[in-house]
């Protein structure tokens, strides 16, 4: 058990809609990150947050977004989906920012767009 | 964006050979990690290195950090059943080079175990 913990562990969902990936860290843990891993595909960066903060982006569409809260827990939200969204979401927390840093990974969320 | 290479993409082999993976890049890094991600779930972290040359061990898997700093190997000694999984290799640039400190990960490369 990585300490991280991702909710739902699966969403099934109609085009056009709204969802939302939670995402606590690790305890003491302030860095969030959020990778997409679509099927055969490797991790693609989506977004990460520090202490509340948003410190890098990656290949998010404008049509995603993320937050991290006060509690350090962060959420991903999603909108206007489309059947290519159908990937698996992963939240990574890290304790330790820069050199030597190491990521710790949730189990994911698996989303499907029909 | 910036990617590692990674091979091979996907390996068959018999139980209790061993294994050997890499990852290669034009570019220095200074940490390399190693993670294994089962199916279904999230990547779990199995080798950390941070030096130019440092050998690590983890039970059967051995991770190398390369001399030029640019590559990264990853060895799985008397594979068993359930080393299955996709490995993926991970690598920090240096501060200072362009790079926000994020982790880029390899393509993963695919292990299947025939008992």
């Known amino acids: 058990d990585s300490g991280v913990t991702q909710t739902p562990k699966h969403l099934i969902t109609a085009t056009g809609q709204r969802v939302t990936l939670r995402c606590s860290p690790r305890?003491?843990?302030?860095?969030v990150y959020w990778y997409q891993q679509s099927l055969d595909q490797g991790l693609q960066f989506l977004i990460q947050y520090y202490n509340g903060e948003e410190r890098a982006k990656g290949n998010i569409l404008e049509r995603f977004s993320a937050q991290q809260f006060p509690d350090l827990h962060s959420e991903l939200n999603l909108s206007s989906l489309e059947l290519g969204d159908s990937a698996l979401y992963f939240c990574?927390?890290?304790?330790?920012?820069?050199?030597?840093?190491?990521?710790?990974f949730g189990s994911g969320t698996q989303l499907s767009v029909l | 964006g910036q990617q590692l290479n990674q091979s091979p993409q996907s390996m068959f082999i018999q139980e209790g050979e061993d294994v050997s993976m890499n990852c290669t890049s034009s570019s220095i890094f200074n940490t390399w990690l190693w993670y294994k991600q089962d199916p279904g779930e999230g990547p779990v972290l199995l080798i950390a290195l941070y030096k130019a040359g440092e050998l690590t061990s983890n039970g059967r898997l051995t991770a190398q950090f390369g001399i030029t700093r640019k590559d990264s190997f990853l060895n799985i000694s008397a594979s068993i059943p359930s080393d299955v999984g996709i490995y993926f290799c991970?690598?920090?640039?240096?501060?200072?080079?362009?790079?926000?400190?994020?982790?880029?990960f390899g393509q993963g490369t695919t292990l299947q175990v025939k008992p």
């Open positions: 305890s003491g843990d302030l860095s």
């Open positions: 991970a690598g920090q640039r240096p501060p200072g080079s362009g790079n926000t400190g994020k982790l880029i």
């Open positions: 990574a927390s890290s304790g330790r920012q820069g050199v030597g840093e190491k990521l710790f």
